[in-house]
């Protein structure tokens, strides 16, 4: 039963062509609205996927923008760049622009602003084939290499949130010498090491190992490796659908499971109409290897490793059956880590492993109420959180 519930609620996220939610022009129609310009720039990667990113500006400052180094900005799983942008008080990646950096929207592969590809077309398998490690030494990298590369800076900061915190970490301990070229990264709940399931990860643990060819089925389901960008309800609230449901005994447990997911058991959200905000754009695209690579993770012992493909060609890859863990000890670029501490993705004790597992981490700001969502839809983000990045930043001025 359990099986077939996930397989139909997974075609039915597949419903809609992912190509159709590809509107170039969202974050600049916000950006403007708020008084700003964000420019788009297509960043190539070395195999061939072309990324789309944003650099910001405000053309009517009283100082000239920009007279700082570049930021580059990361976004989590299933979404991507308007992540940053679709909150207009307490905005992190404006207020850094008022500050006179330069800042730049990244998007991985799989977003709706990377589904472009020199040669392979995103409705083949091959496009889907990637995980957040490729995310990391692709398209990190290409993107760290642009920015520096049009700004004329010899190093840029960069502002990374749960999966851009993974790529970020897998770029700098695969390829060390990117650590030159950061000066100093925040990190947003940093997933990396799920030794600790909390909430329904526990759950999602137990199905995994209920059914250990759930990955097959996945892929199956999904016509191939991508999950698609809209829930069927994300154009509806949460807060009203839920109270609705609650009589429907099949969606009232599913109901809760979201809202405690989205808005934290003690609710510590701005307001309903942020986190209806975030619910039209996550999730949004992304492969269905990006989400088994963690899923190896939280279904074995939680070690930060690479992708499982199978002992026979783990082989061949690692020269081991098993995939190796990355080497954190190889980063030597500061760090300055915020978690949450009702973050039951990246728990407080994982969070406490990557702290001790990285050499170069400088501060670990514990936020009190916050869960993993709160960073973006979060109330009280200006002092908790927006003030002290900036100070870590200036710091290095
Ligand atoms: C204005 O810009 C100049 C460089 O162009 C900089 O030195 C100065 O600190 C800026 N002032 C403020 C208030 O940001
Ligand atoms: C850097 O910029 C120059 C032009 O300014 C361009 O020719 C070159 O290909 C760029 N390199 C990279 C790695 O983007
Ligand atoms: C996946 O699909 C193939 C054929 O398209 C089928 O042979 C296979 O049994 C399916 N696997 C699962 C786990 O549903
Ligand atoms: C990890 O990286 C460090 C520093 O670069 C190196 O000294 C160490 O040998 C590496 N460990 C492994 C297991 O590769």
Redesign the pocket.
């Known amino acids: 039963m359990l099986p077939q519930f996930l397989t139909l609620t997974i075609t039915a996220l597949y419903c809609c062509n992912v190509l159709a939610s590809y509107q170039s022009s969202a974050v600049e129609k916000l950006a403007e609205m708020y008084g700003y310009h964000a420019d788009s720039h297509d960043v190539v990667t070395p195999d061939g996927y072309i990324l789309t990113i944003q650099r910001l500006s405000k053309p009517h400052a009283h100082n000239s923008s920009r007279h700082r180094s570049p930021v580059l900005v990361g976004h989590a799983l299933m979404a991507s760049s308007e992540l940053w942008i679709f909150r207009e008080d307490e905005n992190l990646a404006l207020q850094l622009v008022d500050h006179g950096f330069d800042v730049w929207l990244a998007n991985f592969r799989g977003t709706p602003y990377g589904v472009r590809h020199r040669t392979l077309s995103p409705k083949s398998h091959e496009f889907w084939d990637f995980s957040w490690h490729e995310n990391g030494v692709m398209d990190q990298a290409a993107m760290i ?2 920015v520096l ?2 700004t004329g800076h010899a190093r840029l900061f960069a502002l990374s949130y749960s999966m851009s915190c993974t790529a970020t970490m897998v770029l700098l301990s695969e390829r060390p010498e990117y650590n030159a070229k950061i000066i100093a990264n925040v990190f947003f709940a940093p997933a990396a090491f799920f030794k600790n399931p909390a909430g329904w990860w526990h759950l999602a643990k137990t199905l995994m190992n209920t059914f250990p060819d759930y990955a097959r089925r996945l892929r199956n389901a999904t016509g191939g490796y991508v999950i698609n960008d809209k829930l069927p309800f994300s154009d509806v609230s949460l807060t009203t659908l839920c109270p609705a449901a609650k009589s429907n005994t099949v969606f009232a447990p599913v109901c809760k499971m979201l809202s405690d997911f989205f808005e934290g058991k003690r609710s510590y959200l701005g307001s309903d109409k942020l986190l209806r905000g975030l619910t039209i754009r996550f999730p949004s695209g992304a492969s269905i290897r990006q989400g088994v690579h963690y899923a190896q993770s939280i279904q074995k012992d939680g070690e930060f490793r690479k992708y499982d493909f199978g002992s026979a060609r783990n082989f061949e890859l690692y020269g081991s059956s098993e995939p190796p863990s990355y080497n954190l000890t190889s980063i030597t670029s500061p760090i300055h880590i915020y978690c949450g501490l009702e973050d039951v993705t990246v728990s407080v004790k994982d969070c406490d492993v990557v702290s001790k597992a990285i050499p170069s981490i400088v501060s670990v700001h514990k936020v009190p109420r916050y869960n993993h969502f709160h960073f973006i839809v979060g109330n009280g983000l200006q002092e908790k959180v927006n003030k002290k990045v900036i100070a870590d930043f200036l710091s290095y001025l």
């Open positions: 290499d642009y590369n049009t």
